[in-house]
């Protein structure tokens, strides 16, 4: 049976963890599924939007451990094309996160574009509860926290609340499970009245821009901006704002 569903509907992708019985854990099945349905989602032209969330009451419980302890030979996904492609998909990643998320799950919720949660999910890093450490997902997570908080979180392996998870950076908003729907319908809006283009040049610049020195940041920028302006995309949008009429990229 299939661990990992897709659906797509007016040029949005919903991507959903339907392992419940072992609480979406990234075995190597559904990681693999997982890694193929996003593989096809960046790929499609059809699609502006992903969306990534789960059934059950846990968005991803991390590793499957009595896989990882087990003695049956099996290929691992490298965690590049996991946690390490969603900043570099011109796509946007938004997460539905509608159940708890530990371990290997804080990376995904981390690793997304825009993540919302409902209020009631708790959260951690319990790694050292099992005797390992945070080490892949630290790459995406510590990048959106502070120090004081990672070190904190890391080292405690403690659960905490979705609003703590929020105030850490890890994710954007958390919401009553009634209003969850109505909260991601209302990101992914937003997101489908960007120009395709600008969203993806956007994203290129959170990931680049922290990286570079000034003076290099402000002539990359610079000229990605003269680019842009110069395109088809910002032809379009500016006719539209002027002539007070959508833009022909809105659905």
């Known amino acids: 049976m299939p661990l990992v569903e897709t659906d797509l509907r007016g040029r949005v992708m919903t991507v959903t963890l339907a392992d419940e019985e072992r609480r979406n854990s990234l075995s190597r099945q559904l990681t693999g599924e997982l890694v193929a349905a996003l593989d096809i989602a960046d790929h499609d032209p059809g699609v502006r939007v992903v969306v990534l969330t789960n ?8 590793a499957d451990l009595a896989e990882r302890t087990s003695a049956v030979p099996g290929i691992d996904v490298d965690p590049r094309a996991l946690f390490g492609r969603f900043h570099r998909s011109p796509k946007p990643y938004v997460g539905r996160i509608a159940g708890h998320c530990v371990a290997g799950g804080m990376g995904l919720a981390a690793a997304l574009d825009i993540s ?12 050292v509860r099992i005797g390992v450490a945070p080490a892949m997902i630290s790459v995406v997570c510590l990048p959106k926290m502070r120090p004081a908080d990672a070190r904190t979180a890391f080292l405690r392996g403690h659960r905490f609340s979705a609003n703590e998870a929020v105030r850490m950076g890890l994710i954007n908003s958390a919401v009553p499970a009634d209003r969850l729907d109505e909260e991601v319908d209302a990101v992914v809006g ?35 901006s003269a680019r842009l302006f110069a395109g088809d995309e910002a032809r379009e949008g500016i006719t539209a704002y002027l002539e007070k009429r959508p833009a022909s990229w809105i659905p």
Do not use: M
Not at 116 to 127: C, I, K, L, M, P
Not at 197 to 224: N, R
């Open 55 to 62: 059934k059950g009451s846990v968005f991803c419980a991390g």
């Open 116 to 127: 919302v949660a409902v209020d009631h999910a708790r959260f951690g890093f319990t790694e």
């Open 190 to 224: 937003d997101l489908l009245a960007g120009g395709p283009d600008a969203i993806a040049a956007t994203k290129q610049l959170a990931a680049v821009v922290p990286g570079l020195p000034e003076e290099e940041a402000f002539e990359w920028t610079a000229a990605l």
